[in-house]
């Protein structure tokens, strides 16, 4: 069965540092998102990407925040300097179509730690 | 904006016996789809069940279903013949007709008794 896949699984990286968060999509699927879950909080959506632009993103997703496909397979999110309050869960995911018609399929998080 | 809360931070169920989740969202909209997402320890995100708000039949898979009241904006999850497998977090969510994004509620901690 075709899966979101996320690299790494769990990040640990210094206070000011840059970090890139990894997500292969499913393979026909044409939207993107990220979501983040701060410990014992609730998901948040973050961005959502559809033919190489950003079609909405949240007020957390600032300046230091950027998301692009590289090679037509992965799907990755950068925070270009790391605060201690970005330490969460990043979920990826993604869909054939958008719409709840289809369903959003969440790849397995990476846990960003900041320290 | 729409905003979904879920009251019960945890509930406690007997295996084998039934328990209800509740849901409530606020939003403006008339078309709109509603969602329950399982997170097990493991942390990833499964589809329970999901309501397109337009049908009035409530959801139904296997030993999950819900109750959908439109005009109470209330979205109930029922796990029947609750198993150990069902311990994890619930959580219940709102899309918009525009289908861009997911908003979730605070999420229902679900333990399960043997």
């Known amino acids: 069965e075709p899966e979101v896949t996320q690299t790494p699984s769990h990040q640990v990286t210094q206070m000011g540092q840059e970090v890139i968060l990894r997500c292969v999509p499913i393979?026909?699927?044409?939207?993107f998102y990220w979501y983040r879950q701060i410990l014992g909080q609730k998901v948040e959506f973050l961005v959502s990407?559809?033919?190489?632009?950003?079609?909405?993103k949240s007020e957390i997703f600032d300046d230091q925040f950027s998301v692009e496909r590289p090679d037509g397979s992965n799907f990755t999110l950068k925070i270009r300097s790391t605060k201690l309050e970005d330490s969460a869960m990043y979920f990826c995911?993604?869909?054939?179509?958008?719409?709840?018609?289809?369903?959003?399929?969440f790849g397995q998080g990476t846990r960003l730690t900041v320290v | 904006a729409q905003t979904v809360t879920q009251s019960q931070p945890e509930m406690s169920v007997q295996e084998a016996e039934t328990v209800t989740l509740s849901c409530t969202y606020d939003?403006?909209?008339?078309?709109?789809?509603l969602f329950w997402y399982k997170q097990p320890p493991s942390r990833q995100m499964i589809l329970v069940i999901r309501?397109?708000?337009?049908?009035?039949q409530n959801a139904t898979e296997n030993r999950f279903s819900v109750n959908f009241q439109k005009a109470a904006k209330s979205f109930s999850l029922k796990i029947s013949d609750s198993q150990l497998g069902d311990a994890a977090m619930y959580f219940c969510?709102?899309?918009?007709?525009?289908?861009?994004?997911?908003?979730f509620g605070g999420g229902t901690r679900v333990l399960v008794k043997p």
């Open positions: 995911a993604s869909s054939a179509r958008q719409g709840a018609r289809t369903e959003a399929f």
């Open positions: 309501q397109e708000a337009y049908k009035q």
């Open positions: 939003t403006s909209e008339s078309d709109y789809y």
């Open positions: 393979s026909n699927h044409l939207y």
């Open positions: 969510a709102y899309l918009g007709a525009a289908g861009n994004k997911l908003t």
């Open positions: 990407f559809y033919n190489n632009e950003i079609s909405e």
